[in-house]
């Protein structure tokens, strides 16, 4: 399941009542979406589900992945590039320069030698662009008129294989970024979601920060944009994604055509392989004030499963209990929202190549902190039973997911952000065949999940609470114990 990382971001801002435009993530970090919409299925949307995924795909010789979604709908085309770049990449000394270079790719290149240059061409196409870099992604797409296509090919070509790195821009580029991290400071989510991170990733936190450091950033050369992109940005380590008012085989003969010099590099993950993510070895809580925060806001995270072949069932298990625990009408919701304990709950596990976190949000109002958090940990004893969720669940919920799948296709210009976010921690035949496999899950793969991941695991506990809050007697000592983790009774 694509949850967004700070997933009690998302949850939280749904409630428009309790949290008005608190803690949105930055714009360009990656892996946001929307949550599972869940419309009653229709005779039409049955059809459209049981269709074809209409991907046409194509693999140029220099190893560039290409993938085609024809909508003919309106004279809209997107080009999408992607590059397995971001945070699981970056070592302390690199972290954050991934993100940076995703805001020198608008810039200067061999045939727009100036940024004036450069925006008077995006300008005459017509183009409406921008980039994301999340932990495993680094995506670049450009919106126009179908008429611009050819031309917009090139455009991106150019920005993809000869970017000139202006040393003046680096540093007005390093600046924005900086005001980025700034933004993100000020709103309490992230900088919960930081402490987590550092506490669940703690031999490696740079590896799931993309945002990065400010030291890193601040001092970040040329030459450290030349190693990432000697590394990373090669067409083997790529894909190229082209939606709306195309078609297929003219877009794969162009691709040849202007990709033809680029050439292939070394498989970078096979000269850097992604670290690995030592396991929590206790539990621990961290609780953290805040004076703008809405509610009392808990979360739980264990390590997940990664994207890698021993682990795909859980993947899929993960994602159709998930989707079974999201349905209102599910003794999840039913137990922990509808009974009155808690504003919101939700859990997830997030779709990555090295080690998805599994997260169990939670928010109360402050006076229900303690009925909310007992609610929470007794559901979570009951989740870990062999029978909590039924074969019926399970088939309702790979249904849910197959519509959720087809809405996707409505907007062009968004799925290929999603078929860039899929490749880069799956890929595009995970994709393909996802909701088929989500639909075989069986509750005893549910159990294993929860067996292999969760159950008796060391988590990570957080709660954010303001100040007020703890005068009202919530410390530490006592989330500790509402836990059941011993403190104060
Ligand atoms: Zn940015």
């Known amino acids: 399941m694509k949850l967004r990382p700070w997933s009690l971001v998302g949850a939280l801002t749904a409630l428009t009542v309790v949290v008005p435009a608190l803690g949105l993530a930055p714009p360009d970090e990656g892996g946001a979406t929307t949550p599972p919409t869940k419309p009653a299925p229709t005779a039409a949307t049955q059809r459209a589900a049981d269709a074809p995924l209409a991907l046409a795909r194509h693999t140029a010789a220099n190893g560039l992945e290409v993938v085609v979604f024809e909508n003919h709908a309106v004279p809209l085309v997107t080009i ?33 030698p100036s940024q004036e240059a450069y925006m008077a061409r995006a300008n ?27 031309d917009a090919m090139e455009f991106m070509r150019d920005a993809i294989t000869s970017p000139t790195f202006d040393p003046g821009e680096l540093d007005r580029e390093r600046k924005v970024v900086i005001g980025e991290m700034d933004r993100a400071e000020s709103s309490p989510f992230f900088l919960f979601s930081r402490e987590l991170d550092e506490r669940l990733w703690y031999k490696h936190p740079s590896r799931k920060d993309s945002l990065g450091s400010r030291k890193t950033v601040g001092s970040a050369t040329v030459q450290m944009l030349r190693t990432i992109q000697q590394r990373y940005y090669v067409p083997n380590n790529g894909l190229l994604v082209v939606t709306g008012d195309v078609k297929a085989q003219s877009i794969f003969d ?125 559901e979570l004893g ?22 959720d799948k087809v ?49 008796d695991k060391p988590f990570v506990l957080g709660a954010l609470i303001t100040p007020e809050m703890k005068a009202a007697g919530i410390t530490e000592e006592k989330v500790r114990s509402w836990a059941g983790l011993g403190g104060d009774s």
Request: proline share 6%; aromatic share 12%.
């Open 124 to 150: 005459a196409l017509g183009i409406v662009f921008n980039g994301t870099t999340g932990t495993e992604r680094v995506n670049y797409f450009f919106t126009t008129t179908s008429e611009h296509l050819d």
């Open 254 to 378: 162009q691709v040849d055509r202007l990709y033809a010099d680029w050439k292939r590099g070394p498989d970078p993950f096979q000269k850097f392989p992604l670290i690995e993510h030592p396991p929590l070895k206790k539990t621990e809580v961290v609780v953290m004030e805040n004076e703008r925060v809405p509610a009392f806001v808990g979360q739980l995270s264990w390590h997940g499963p990664s994207l890698r072949a021993e682990e795909l069932g859980a993947t899929y298990a993960a994602d159709g209990f998930a989707t079974v625990l999201a349905e209102a009408s599910s003794p999840f919701q039913q137990r922990l929202v509808e009974s009155g304990h808690c504003l919101q709950a939700s859990f997830g596990w997030y779709t990555q190549r090295n080690v998805g976190p599994i997260n169990l949000s939670f928010a109360a109002a402050p006076n229900k902190a303690e009925a909310c958090t007992k609610a929470i940990m007794a």
């Open 80 to 112: 999408e590039i992607a590059f397995r770049n971001g945070a699981m990449t970056e070592p302390p000394n690199f972290s954050g320069v991934s993100h940076l270079y995703e805001h020198m790719f608008f810039k200067a290149n061999a045939k727009y």
């Open 382 to 403: 009951r989740m870990t039973a062999p029978d909590y969720v039924s074969r019926k669940n399970l088939v309702d919920a790979a249904h849910r997911l197959k519509i």
């Open 407 to 455: 809405k996707e296709r409505e907007r062009p210009s968004e799925y290929a952000h999603l078929l860039t976010f899929w490749w880069a921690s799956a890929d595009i035949d995970y994709y393909r065949t996802y909701v088929e496999k989500v639909g075989a899950v069986q509750p005893k793969d549910v159990a294993d999940f929860m067996q292999t991941y969760v159950t």
